[in-house]
């Protein structure tokens, strides 16, 4: 028997990214400054000076957190979330110090004034936590065994005091936390008046859950859907409630959640946090969506962040290295440089590895570890694996353990959350296209399968403007990415765009079958929802679909269709994705607008395309009706 075929992805550097290394000490920021004039001792005490030190302290807490998890002692819980509360706000603050817009105020993040941060944690965060509790009219239980009603009570109670406490001591006294950046961890709450910051939705959760745990409410557990978090706990189990609230074969445990991550802090705005968020949906004037089928809240398949080292994971990976992006320069207006912080990175992604094994349901971070290799590659990340079992293949498939992270994440995301997720697919179709776009040609028809499936996800939920505001911002980006990246040949700053000479006709046809499914997924969604909502369904805008279609060579549209259409025998379509060696075609559309023959059908077959508002219209609900009707009158 012959040797098994090996094939090799390559990693390729993340394009239009500059990479931040500020020089200026942190000793002459406003942080610094701010740190030292709350702690009582010199801030110089206990610093840490290196990469490798502040690794080092962290490898040391998470050890502490791994060897008492398995104990029931409600001290080392809370003694595991002060280590939580104290981590966020050393990364906050080195977050702060190496993002800011203006140049002049980014710093070096070493040395990191370690001990300093961490009384800032007892001094004033956990301090706050009492405050709250003390203020807080408990309900007395008077030696009464404690039942589910009035053990919920306590519950929202508490968790309504201490969000309420975080969001007034936050800086943000507005109604919106709309494009708040930098703004997702304690160091942002407590500190956040030296650079204008706030909290964002994702920074209150965590924090609400953090001090409810240091407060002795083990049960409370971060939540979090692709672009919301909240707080979920089970109820006490007793003889009045053994119904079952998502919460799979646990018969006897109902689950409850907290709605926290709602900004201001007026009288209305504080009474609801702390209610369940099925009141958030009892409270709109429709109707037609619930938490169940609402992406913001994905309350079938949320992430319950149920370890402290779950927790730390979700705080780590939601460190934002982004510090702006540049002005284009030349003919290519489109191309816009990211600055990032090359030092955030390199700290986010050796600490996601410290915690990789205890992170392996948690599709988020195992995506952001393979972002920081897709920035900045480690050894590990840099190692061979072989995924031929996860992509269904007889021949052995070698890859980069960078792109297995992002392999890992689909699959968890299948297995454990029901396929509900829609990043998956997006960070993995993102590793295709950067590693595809100038060489390695299948990767750009993979990179569009992986598109196509996240808005295969995306439509089996219901369509809100509010609810899907994050997702319809997605795809509109990707929409851009798809035509600049794949659609387009690579060019230099003073060429004008021309269309990608695909190397490989059959490539080519892959790519154009699963483009087709991109948008089949999308027209789909809004024919389930009798609306137009999809911003590249317009024809007007830059990347609508007839303008994506036009860079394509007509044979090759052709081909596509025929091949969508064909029903011949679907051969090696069991594999899970396109390799080297394995191409997949989009077969099957289900969308009415991109039946066999239909308008718009027509209008991408022609060699100039134009399609027309009539093209795009939605299909009417009426046909069935027309059809009894005739029937009817021919039976007469």
Request: glycine letters at 4%; one cysteine or more.
């Given at each position: ?399 980069l353990r960078n792109e297995k992270l992002f392999l890992d994440a689909i699959h968890v995301s299948r297995s454990i959350y029901g396929d509900a997720q829609v990043y998956p697919y997006l960070y993995c179709g993102h590793y295709h296209r950067d590693a595809g776009r100038d060489g390695e040609e299948y990767r750009l028809v993979e990179s569009l399968r992986l598109y196509a499936e996240a808005t295969r996800v995306a439509c089996t939920y219901r369509y809100d403007s509010k609810d899907c505001l994050q997702l319809m911002?997605?795809f509109t980006t990707v929409a851009s990415l798809i035509s600049k990246d794949i659609l387009l040949a690579p060019r230099q700053e003073d060429e004008k765009p021309t269309a990608r000479c695909w190397q490989h006709c059959e490539n080519a046809i892959g790519a154009a079958t699963w483009l087709i499914g991109v948008f089949d997924s999308l027209l789909l969604w809004e024919e389930k929802e009798h609306k137009i909502f999809v911003e590249v369904h317009n024809i007007q805008h830059k990347h609508f679909m007839g303008k ?89």
């Amino acid at each position: 028997m012959s040797a098994p075929q090996t094939t090799k992805a390559s990693c390729r550097p993340k394009n239009r990214v500059i990479y931040d290394v500020p020089t200026a000490p942190p000793q002459e920021s406003l942080h610094w400054k701010r740190v030292s004039s709350i702690n009582h001792d010199d801030i110089n005490n206990s610093c840490i000076h290196t990469h490798e030190e502040i690794i080092a302290a962290f490898q040391k807490d998470v050890l502490i957190i791994k060897e008492s998890k398995q104990s029931c002692n409600n001290n080392h819980n809370k003694s595991h979330h002060r280590l939580l509360a104290e981590w966020s706000c050393i990364i906050g603050y080195c977050e702060a110090l190496s993002t800011h817009k203006d140049p002049s105020r980014r710093y070096s993040i070493f040395p990191i004034p370690l001990q300093a941060l961490r009384r800032l944690v007892e001094e004033d965060f956990v301090s706050l936590l009492h405050r709250a509790q003390t203020e807080l009219s408990t309900v007395q239980l008077n030696g009464k065994k404690p039942t589910t009603t009035i053990a919920e009570s306590a519950h929202r109670q508490t968790v309504r005091s201490v969000a309420n406490a975080i969001w007034k001591r936050a800086q943000n006294k507005k109604g919106s936390m709309q494009d708040e950046l930098h703004a997702n961890s304690l160091y942002s709450c407590l500190c956040g008046d030296v650079d204008g910051k706030s909290l964002d939705c994702f920074g209150a959760a965590l924090l609400t859950v953090i001090g409810m745990n240091i407060l002795g409410f083990e049960n409370s557990c971060l939540t979090l859907s692709e672009d919301h978090a909240y707080e979920s706990h089970y109820l006490l189990d007793d003889d009045e409630d053994a119904s079952n609230h998502n919460g799979g074969n646990e018969t006897t445990r109902k689950l409850s959640t907290c709605e926290v991550a709602i900004p201001g802090n007026t009288l209305a705005v504080q009474s609801k946090r702390g209610q369940d968020i099925l009141h958030t949906f009892a409270q709109l004037k429709h109707d037609h969506i619930t938490a169940e089928t609402s992406w913001l809240y994905m309350a079938k398949n949320a992430v319950r962040c149920d370890t402290s080292c779950m927790v730390m994971a979700a705080l780590l990976s939601n460190l934002n290295c982004d510090i702006d992006k540049q002005k284009p320069s030349g003919a290519s207006s489109d191309e816009k440089s990211h600055l990032v912080s090359r030092a955030l990175y390199k700290l986010k992604r050796d600490m996601l590895w410290i915690l990789h094994d205890d992170m392996t349901t948690f599709p988020f971070a195992l995506m952001e570890l393979g972002e920081c290799e897709e920035h900045l590659s480690s050894p590990r990340g840099m190692e061979w694996v072989d995924v031929s079992d996860m992509l269904n293949s007889t021949e052995e498939i070698l890859v980069l353990r960078n792109e297995k992270l992002f392999l890992d994440a689909i699959h968890v995301s299948r297995s454990i959350y029901g396929d509900a997720q829609v990043y998956p697919y997006l960070y993995c179709g993102h590793y295709h296209r950067d590693a595809g776009r100038d060489g390695e040609e299948y990767r750009l028809v993979e990179s569009l399968r992986l598109y196509a499936e996240a808005t295969r996800v995306a439509c089996t939920y219901r369509y809100d403007s509010k609810d899907c505001l994050q997702l319809m911002k997605h795809f509109t980006t990707v929409a851009s990415l798809i035509s600049k990246d794949i659609l387009l040949a690579p060019r230099q700053e003073d060429e004008k765009p021309t269309a990608r000479c695909w190397q490989h006709c059959e490539n080519a046809i892959g790519a154009a079958t699963w483009l087709i499914g991109v948008f089949d997924s999308l027209l789909l969604w809004e024919e389930k929802e009798h609306k137009i909502f999809v911003e590249v369904h317009n024809i007007q805008h830059k990347h609508f679909m007839g303008k994506l279609f036009q860079q394509l060579p007509l044979v090759i549209r052709t081909a596509a269709f025929a091949k969508m259409y064909s029903q011949e025998c679907l051969g090696g379509d069991e594999a899970l994705a396109v390799t080297e060696k394995q191409m997949l075609h989009f077969r099957n559309p289900r969308s009415r607008r991109l039946a066999k023959g239909s308008l718009l059908v027509a209008a991408l077959s022609k060699e100039k395309i134009i399609v027309r508002e009539m093209d795009m219209a939605l299909p009417s609900n009426e046909e069935g009706r027309s059809t009894r009707q005739g029937k009817r009158k021919a039976s007469g």
